[in-house]
């Protein structure tokens, strides 16, 4: 029983560190753009760093529903570029979206990789 309820608290924990990171993105995307913004030095690989964190905390938020979190996450960019339409400084693009699918794609390979190799060594200890 305290197991479960160890393992219910840690899918809360990355179910919220997953809202935050998209409040955080939300924000950061429909702001206007300053030199002070976080940014890796071009655009679509800031979408798809982004959507990679989003990825790495929904592999963990729901581990055994990856393309419902996948599907969701990538709507979750094109609203993103949506409502960017309606702003005055940021515009949509596809190319945008595009970059988004890939980092969702890496960051849940990623995550992937890190799961797989934690459970192996924790295997190794017993």
């Known amino acids: ?5 160890c393992l219910a608290q840690r899918v809360a924990l990355w179910r919220g560190l997953l809202l935050v990171a998209m409040l955080v993105l939300l924000v950061l995307s429909l702001m206007p753009p300053s030199p002070q913004m976080p940014s890796t030095g071009w655009d679509k690989s800031n979408h ?12 963990r938020a729901w581990p055994k529903q990856p393309v419902p979190v996948l599907l969701g996450l990538l709507a979750y960019g ?22 988004d699918a890939v980092g ?19 295997g190794a200890d017993l």
Not at 1 to 5: G, I, N, S, T
């Open 1 to 5: 029983m305290k197991l479960q309820f």
């Open 48 to 59: 798809a760093l982004a959507f990679a964190v989003l990825a790495f905390l929904g592999n």
């Open 78 to 99: 094109g609203l993103i570029e949506a409502l960017q339409s309606f702003t005055p400084d940021r515009f949509a693009e596809w190319e945008d979206l595009l970059a």
């Open 104 to 122: 969702l794609l890496l960051g849940e390979a990623l995550a992937r990789l890190v799961w797989r190799h934690r459970a192996s060594e924790r």
